[in-house]
């Protein structure tokens, strides 16, 4: 029996994320189907869990506690449920877990959300994608990459040597810059490739890579 409602879109980047981490933790949910661009998206019965008229969102099935922003809900999913520690809990392991979660939110993931809704979104949607800013963000997008290689070419994960949250919170628009676009020259980066390929290949993203 499910334990939480996650309303999203199965192929939802955000919603994704919020399944991996519930698999990785063995938490039993039920998709709840949110279509994209939906007018009920920006309607009063959804701002009541997602005010920004967004997705996903998740209800315990028990008491009815209700949360929204994908990386919260891991968060949350990482303190419920079974499996390996994804939150070092060592104050000096923690820190470096809360350095590393802030590398993949503010580094990496908004130059990976414009381009996805430049080449993903906007297509989908039957618009133009804005090429020229696609492409002044590319050289950005390495120059941070650069960065991960620095980091992962000392240790296994972005946070240490076991992996965290840090590195399932990567993973969607890891597979749609890396995997979809074929962006990241991967192969002059091999401490990131190494890393993605370990990452990418768990069976919680095989699992909802193609639909949570
Ligand atoms: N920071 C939020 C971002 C939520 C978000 O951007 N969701 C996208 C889908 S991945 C969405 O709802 N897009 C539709 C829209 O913005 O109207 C999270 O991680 O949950």
């Known amino acids: 029996m499910a334990t939480f409602k996650l309303h999203g879109h199965p192929m939802s980047t955000c919603t994704r994320r919020a399944a991996l981490i519930a698999r990785e933790r063995d938490i039993p949910y039920e998709l709840v ?46 303190t419920l449920g079974s499996g390996p520690e994804l939150i070092p809990t060592e104050p000096k392991a923690h820190a470096r877990f809360e350095q590393a979660a802030s590398v993949e939110y ?18 989908f949607c039957g618009a133009t994608p804005n090429e020229e800013l696609v492409g002044k963000l590319l050289p950005l997008l390495e ?60 069976p919680s993203w095989q699992a909802v890579k193609d639909g949570a």
């Open 33 to 78: 189907p949110i279509q994209f661009m939906a007018p009920e998206l920006k309607q009063s019965a959804h701002l009541e869990f997602q005010p920004f008229g967004q997705m996903p969102y998740i209800v315990a099935q028990d008491d009815g506690f209700t949360l929204f922003e994908s990386r919260a809900i891991g968060r949350y999913f990482a």
């Open 106 to 123: 503010s580094q990496f993931d908004p130059i990976a959300a414009v381009i996805l809704f430049e080449k993903v979104v906007k297509p």
């Open 143 to 202: 120059s941070k990459l650069d960065g991960f290689e620095r980091i992962l070419g000392k240790q296994k994960y972005l946070a240490g040597d076991g992996l965290t949250l840090a590195d399932l919170f990567f993973i969607p628009h890891g597979s749609i810059i890396f995997e979809k676009l074929g962006y990241g020259n991967l192969e002059k980066r091999p401490n990131v490739q190494r890393w993605w390929k370990d990452i990418s290949s768990r």
